[in-house]
Nanobody, 122 residues
Framework: QVQLVESGGGLVQAGGSLRLSCAAS????????MGWFRQAPGKEREFVAG????????YYADSVKGRFTASRENAKNTVYLQMNSLKPEDTAVYYC???????????????WGKGTLVTVSS
């Protein structure tokens, strides 16, 4: 069993930055790929970024490529999402999720956090 808790969300002006954290409890955190997803009001949840269990591989949605960076510290059971050059369209609830398969398919993630709200004002 893995429990995930996101933090770091908040209100920021367009062009600003935020760093989200996702702290995991439970065993074998370093065997899971981790994904970041977001859901804006009235929209479906979408993939934002992912990172392999070792941190050696990262993946990004086209909409955030070059602006967001995923990283992890397995010794601290924590994964991060650094978000720069934020835009109003980045406003959403951001979720982290753990994936034992490594596929980062939102339909197949093993565990989800409860999310943290990011609001970007124009």
């Amino acid at each position: 069993q893995v429990q995930l808790v996101e933090s770091g969300g908040g209100l920021v002006q367009a062009g600003g930055s935020l760093r989200l954290s996702c702290a995991a409890s439970g065993r074998l955190f370093d065997t899971y790929a981790m994904g970041w997803f977001r859901q804006a009001p009235g929209k479906e949840r979408e993939f934002v970024a992912g990172i392999s269990w070792s941190g050696g591989n990262t993946y990004y949605a086209d909409s955030v490529k070059g602006r967001f960076t995923a990283s992890r510290e397995n010794a601290k059971n924590t994964v991060y999402l650094q978000m720069n050059s934020l835009k109003p369209e980045d406003t959403a609830v951001y979720y982290c999720a753990a994936d034992s398969s490594g596929l980062l398919d939102p339909a197949a993630m093993d565990y989800w956090g409860k999310g943290t709200l990011v609001t970007v004002s124009s």
